[in-house]
């Protein structure tokens, strides 16, 4: 099977809405999105997430179900390096994380006790495994340490067979770490995700019985770049590449 994960759209967070390049990106994203063969849509309970599909499920006459433990990971911290405060529990300073070997730890890094003074965070954490997990058990697939155990029948002749999520930055990252046994903590240190672009993997069965998820792309935002639409910089600390 194959999960598109994609990011909502450039946000207006303090309007609870897009911009209006947002707007513009989520309509470029629906010229793209009917093109593909899904199976089933979802979404976060968040705004901004439902605009950007909006115009999409629009145009194929279809509706996403509301995944609450897709929402992004608003617990709050206060920065170990600059004391500020009220910031999300990622954006930390390469002197501050590189050091922190927790961080690294695929299985155990939401334990590390800075993420300890975000009360929730690692409550959500555990939803998100266990909803993405239970999702895929709807498909066929059970979870067995770091892969997938599968149903035989269930999942034959299923590498057609697509899911999206439309989500966020940090919460996709969340879900791509789990799915790629990798830290989210690293990936969301150092991958930028633009908004609408979509990331996608694909479940390899190469036993019988057995599955591990593959990333095919990370942040493709090919459908901005056709269309002439700059790829916005909203998460990013940097200038990026614009157009390419």
Not at 187 to 196: G, H, K, N, V
Request: charged content about 25%.
């Amino acid at each position: 099977m194959r999960i598109i994960f994609i990011r909502h759209a450039e946000p207006d967070y303090e309007h609870n809405t897009l911009t209006e390049k947002g707007f513009r990106e989520a309509h470029i994203l629906s010229d793209r999105i009917p093109g593909w063969k899904v199976d089933r849509f979802y979404v976060s309970p968040l705004a901004r997430a439902q605009l950007t599909l909006e115009p999409s499920l629009a145009k194929m006459r279809r509706t996403a179900q509301v995944l609450p433990w897709m929402r992004e990971f608003t617990y709050l911290i206060t920065d170990p390096t600059t004391g500020q405060e009220n910031k999300v529990p990622w954006d930390f300073m390469p002197r501050y994380w590189t050091k922190r070997p927790a961080f690294y730890d695929k299985d155990n890094w939401y334990k590390d006790d800075i993420f300890g003074t975000s009360e929730g965070y690692e409550e959500a954490v555990m939803n998100l495994r266990q909803g993405l997990d239970e999702l895929l058990a709807e498909y066929g697939y059970k979870r067995d340490g770091a892969m997938y155990r599968t149903d035989i029948e269930k999942t034959k002749g299923d590498d057609d067979k697509t899911i999206v999520i439309c989500a966020h930055l940090g919460a996709n990252l969340e879900a791509i770490g789990y799915l790629l046994g990798i830290s989210p903590v690293v990936l969301q240190q150092t991958i930028y995700l633009a908004p609408t672009s979509i990331s996608i993997l694909n479940s390899e069965q190469r036993l019988p019985g057995e599955a591990m998820f593959r990333a095919q792309c990370i942040g493709d935002v090919a459908h901005l770049l056709k269309a002439g639409e700059p790829v916005s910089e909203y998460g990013a600390f940097c200038r990026v590449m614009r157009q390419y």
